[in-house]
C-alpha cells in the first residue's frame, strides 16, 4: 500500500529553538497533506491543510506564524515549529490521499513524530 | 461546536469474547465515518469505513452506522490480546471537507 514517511521519528529541542518536520509520500502523489497534533490521551486535532504550489490553509486558533507550512513538491509538506516551547511538545502526524482521490478513507497517515521542547 | 464523542475506557474485554465501541457525532450532515486503531506511540490506521446506515462487516470488524440517532459503532468480535488498542472514531465533515476525530476508547483484551 502507498506509505507516508516523517523525519526525525522523535526529536528533542531547547525552548526557543526552531524544528523542521518533514512529511514525504513515498510512491505516490499528493497536492494536499493534513497536518495534525495529538496530545497525550487527547483526540487528533488538524491543524492545517498543506497545499502544494500554494498557501496552507489553517484551522482556527492554530498560529500560522509559529507553525510554518511549506508543500513545496507533490511528494513533500514540511511543517517548522518557530520558537518552541515545552507547551509545543507534542506528537504532530501528517496524513496524505492520493492525488484526485476524494474520499478520505484513501487517506494514509504518517508514522508521527514525537517533538519534545525542554 | 462539530464533535464526535467516545467514551474514554478503558474497555475490558475477555479474549474471544464480542468488544463494542460507541461513538456519537454532533454534526447531522456528515456523510462518511471512520474507525482507526492507534498503538501507543504509533500513528492511527484505518480499520472500517462506512458511509451507509446499517452494518458493514470485514472480518472479526462491523461497523454500524445510524444517522437518524447519530450513532456509529465497532464491534470486534473473537477479540485478541493483540486488539488491545485505542480505538478512534472519526467523522467527515461533508460541508467543510473535514475528518473530525473522537478522543479514543482504550480497548484492553484480557487474555
Known amino acids: 500500500g502507498a506509505v507516508v514517511s516523517q523525519h526525525p521519528s522523535w526529536v528533542i529541542c531547547k525552548s526557543g529553538t526552531s524544528v523542521k518536520i518533514e512529511c514525504r509520500s513515498l510512491d505516490f502523489q499528493a497536492t494536499t497533506m493534513f497536518w495534525y497534533r495529538q496530545f497525550p490521551k487527547q483526540s487528533l486535532m488538524l491543524m492545517a491543510t498543506s497545499n502544494e504550489g500554494s498557501k496552507a490553509t489553517y484551522e482556527q486558533g492554530v498560529e500560522k506564524d509559529k507553525f510554518l507550512i511549506n508543500h513545496a513538491s507533490l511528494t513533500l509538506s514540511t511543517l517548522t515549529v518557530t520558537s518552541a516551547h515545552p507547551e509545543d511538545s507534542s506528537f504532530y502526524i501528517c496524513?496524505?490521499?492520493?492525488?484526485?482521490?476524494?474520499?478520505?478513507?484513501?487517506?494514509?497517515f504518517g508514522p508521527g513524530t514525537r517533538l519534545t521542547v525542554l | 461546536q462539530k464533535e464526535v464523542e467516545q467514551n474514554s475506557g478503558p474497555l475490558s474485554v475477555p479474549e474471544g469474547a464480542i468488544a463494542s465501541l460507541n461513538c456519537t457525532y454532533s454534526d447531522r450532515g456528515s456523510q462518511s465515518f471512520f474507525w482507526y486503531r492507534q498503538y501507543s506511540g504509533k500513528s492511527p490506521e484505518l480499520i472500517m469505513f462506512i458511509y451507509s446506515n446499517g452494518d458493514k462487516e470485514d472480518g472479526r470488524f462491523t461497523a454500524q452506522l445510524n444517522k437518524a440517532s447519530q450513532y456509529v459503532s465497532l464491534l470486534i468480535r473473537d477479540s485478541q490480546p493483540s486488539d488491545s488498542a485505542t480505538y478512534l472514531c472519526?467523522?467527515?465533515?461533508?460541508?467543510?471537507?473535514?475528518?473530525?476525530f473522537g478522543k479514543g476508547t482504550r480497548l484492553h483484551i484480557l487474555p
Open positions: 472519526a467523522a467527515e465533515m461533508n460541508r467543510d471537507d473535514k475528518i473530525i
Open positions: 496524513s496524505a490521499p492520493p492525488s484526485g482521490a476524494k474520499n478520505y478513507n484513501e487517506q494514509f
